[in-house]
């Protein structure tokens, strides 16, 4: 790994270290609610449940999560082919979908996640 993505991976873990804390906090939640999420998911390989913070756009029930440096991140790949469970902590509450990753031409990588009712 090189030095610029070694620097990027830990830059990357840090922020979700003070993110994670703010957006399970009702107090201060409110303030990005709506923008990032808290997403839940169980490695395919390990077994293990991670939560990460993320950006997100809803529209209905689908929630879009574009990838940002998708080459420095793993966590997307748990939900190539047919997709995975994945539970949210978005605006509104608690939610879990089906979540399924998908990378364009141009190497920009996008999960969609359709809401469960």
């Known amino acids: 790994m090189s030095l610029m993505a070694t620097t990027l991976t ?6 979700n270290k003070l993110m994670k804390p703010w957006l399970e906090s009702p107090r201060y939640s409110r303030f990005i609610n ?3 999420a808290l997403i839940s998911y169980t ?10 913070p ?3 756009k809803r529209n209905g029930d689908e929630v879009t999560i574009v990838v940002a440096t998708p080459n420095h991140k ?7 082919g047919d997709g995975g469970l ?4 978005i605006k509104g509450g608690e939610r879990a979908g089906h979540a399924t ?3 364009d031409a141009r190497g920009r990588v ?3 996640v359709q809401l469960a009712n």
């Open 86 to 89: 994945m539970h949210l902590k």
């Open 110 to 112: 996008s999960v969609k």
């Open 74 to 80: 793993t966590w997307w790949r748990n939900f190539q």
């Open 54 to 56: 993320v950006a997100y």
């Open 10 to 15: 830990k830059v990357n873990a840090g922020v």
């Open 43 to 52: 490695g395919r390989r390990s077994g293990k449940t991670f939560t990460t």
């Open 101 to 103: 990753a998908s990378k």
């Open 34 to 36: 709506g923008q990032m």
